[in-house]
């Protein structure tokens, strides 16, 4: 039998799906919007409007073309594309609307040109936002566009520049920004290349010497504070709108205070511990695949707060020699451990943990299969026909993202490693390498985008963690630790004489 031939898509030259109609709809609005932020202010003609409605609008579709092939899901991410157009309209929009308010002012003193004063206008702080709450990718193809529009808003070509090279300092300065203060830092370096930008401008222009260059750079000085001051003030409320998690707002789930992480270590103080190991396995991970290591990280400290209902059910948190699942049988036991991905979720939504992490904990078993409690169910069963391996499996899905595949692998990885009696590097690869291929196998990877090249790097990382937990100490000259009965000799007290 011959495989059939996968069909070929007809491509259709103006689909109006409704897909497309709003991705339509949108390019119209944000060009409006844009077309409205460049012509305010000017002597407006039909000509003038029609021409920059359609300069912007095309310089939209580059952007987009840019953005689907630098990121397939976008396409589909209509959330994205209007956090984009609104913080490229919105930048724009309020950069003209501060600079209608000192041109007021200037025009007003009379001595200043306003022309001068535009220096001072906010622009970093869209390149900045997007770098924070997006990436870095999408922050420079961001400026850029933003440096276009506001030289056809000044009819400037040198504004272009100078708005460019004020983004970019904006978005590179907070690439790893890990606290709100760093925000502040990166201010300060936008406001030291605005004021050189704007003295090699008036250079070029033959007024180094004179009021108009002390005017500009004082003018650009300005500009990094007031850019700092909106990106503090509107970086919460886009990450709230958004549902958008920044690295900031990572970085404070980090914090062990927490009040979730805090009930898991009186609650459930095994699976803390567990936790945290397997937050250093998946960081490191992170770090050597090129993920976000302080998400992989985070999601892995609370990728098992559903533990916190029934602790006592799961090993880690046993203290007994006798185990709770012993008098339960196999599908109860199962039923209880297959829970905690469940309790997890309903845990992490009530305490508004971000939309990724709360994705992670209900992946980070993917559907894998409970192994010991369906062989135990199949050795207590007579009738074999009856046990459905599907019952004993969790309910998945499979994790969707390279880091929620990375916390599954760790998870799994830390967990085993704690039955080795052997913790040589040798045995330690080997467990390794079986419980990976393992996941391969089962096809937990199936729905991510792992490398073959990522899996060894994976591994290697791996190994070197578990193999530094696990190393041996001498024992301390004098103290011989491994001698049971050192306590019960009698002391041999010097006795009063
Ligand atoms: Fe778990
Ligand atoms: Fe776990």
């Known amino acids: 039998m011959t495989n059939p031939k996968p069909k070929d898509k007809k491509k259709v030259p103006l689909n109006l799906s409704t897909e497309n109609l709003i991705k339509y709809g949108l390019l119209i609005l944000f060009a409006a919007l844009l077309d409205v932020a460049v012509v305010l202010g000017k002597e407006l003609s039909l000509e003038l409007v029609t021409g920059i409605y359609f300069i912007v609008a095309l310089l939209l579709v580059i952007m987009y073309k840019d953005f689907i092939r630098y990121n397939p899901e976008i396409k589909k991410d209509y959330k994205m594309l209007v956090l984009i157009g609104t913080l490229l309209t919105g930048n724009l929009l309020i950069g003209r609307i501060f600079f209608f308010i000192i041109e007021g002012f200037t025009k007003w003193v009379g001595t200043v040109d306003p022309v001068l004063v535009a220096y001072a206008v906010p622009?970093?702080?869209?390149?900045?936002?997007?770098?924070?709450?997006?990436?870095?990718?999408?922050?420079?193809?961001?400026?850029v566009l933003t440096g276009l529009i506001a030289g056809l808003w000044l009819s400037n070509p040198l504004y272009s520049i100078f708005v460019f090279a004020a983004g970019l300092t904006g978005a590179f300065g907070v690439i790893s920004c890990r606290k709100r203060s760093a925000i502040w830092r990166a201010g300060l370096a936008v406001s030291l290349v605005c004021v050189f930008t704007s003295l090699v401008i008036t250079l070029s222009k033959g007024e180094l010497l004179s009021i108009a260059s002390l005017v500009a750079s004082s003018s650009a000085f300005l500009n990094g504070i007031i850019v700092?001051?909106?990106?503090?003030?509107?970086?919460?409320?886009?990450?709230?709108?958004?549902?958008?998690?920044?690295?900031?707002?990572?970085l404070e789930l980090l914090d062990l205070n927490q009040p979730l992480m805090r009930e898991l270590l009186v609650e459930a103080p095994g699976t803390y511990h567990h936790s945290i190991i397997v937050g250093n396995l998946a960081e490191a991970a992170a770090?050597?695949?090129?993920?976000?290591?302080?998400?992989?990280?985070?999601?892995a400290y609370y990728h098992d707060i559903g533990k916190i209902k029934m602790p006592d059910y799961f090993i880690e948190n046993q203290i007994a020699s006798v185990s709770k699942h012993d008098n339960l049988a196999p599908r109860m036991s199962s039923l209880i451990l297959l829970s905690h991905v469940k309790?997890?979720?309903?845990?992490?939504?009530?305490?508004?943990l971000p939309p990724m992490i709360v994705d992670i904990i209900q992946q980070h078993h993917g559907t894998s299969?409970?192994?010991?409690?369906?062989?135990?169910a199949k050795e207590q069963q007579d009738n074999i026909t009856l046990l459905r391996e599907e019952d004993f499996r969790y309910p998945g899905p499979k994790p969707q993202t390279r880091v929620a595949a990375l916390v599954l692998m760790a998870d799994a990885v830390e967990a085993a490693s704690r039955v080795l009696t052997d913790t040589s590097p040798a045995r330690v690869s080997l467990l390794v390498d079986r419980i990976i291929n393992h996941c391969i196998i089962d096809g937990q990877f199936d729905n991510c985008e792992l490398t073959l090249k990522?899996?060894?790097?994976?591994?290697?990382?791996?190994?070197?963690?578990l193999t530094s937990m696990y190393h041996k100490r001498i024992n301390y000259p004098g103290f011989d630790i491994n001698n049971e009965n050192i306590d019960k000799k009698p002391a041999k007290a010097a006795t009063p004489r």
């Open 123 to 143: 622009l970093a702080s869209g390149p900045m936002l997007v770098a924070l709450l997006i990436d870095i990718h999408t922050a420079i193809v961001f400026t």
């Open 228 to 250: 700092v001051t909106l990106v503090s003030a509107l970086l919460p409320l886009f990450e709230y709108m958004f549902k958008r998690t920044t690295n900031i707002s990572l």
């Open 287 to 299: 770090e050597a695949v090129g993920v976000n290591p302080l998400l992989a990280r985070v999601s």
């Open 343 to 352: 309790e997890g979720v309903e845990l992490a939504k009530k305490h508004n």
């Open 369 to 376: 299969i409970q192994t010991f409690f369906y062989q135990k």
């Open 454 to 465: 990522d899996l060894r790097e994976i591994k290697t990382h791996f190994v070197y963690l």
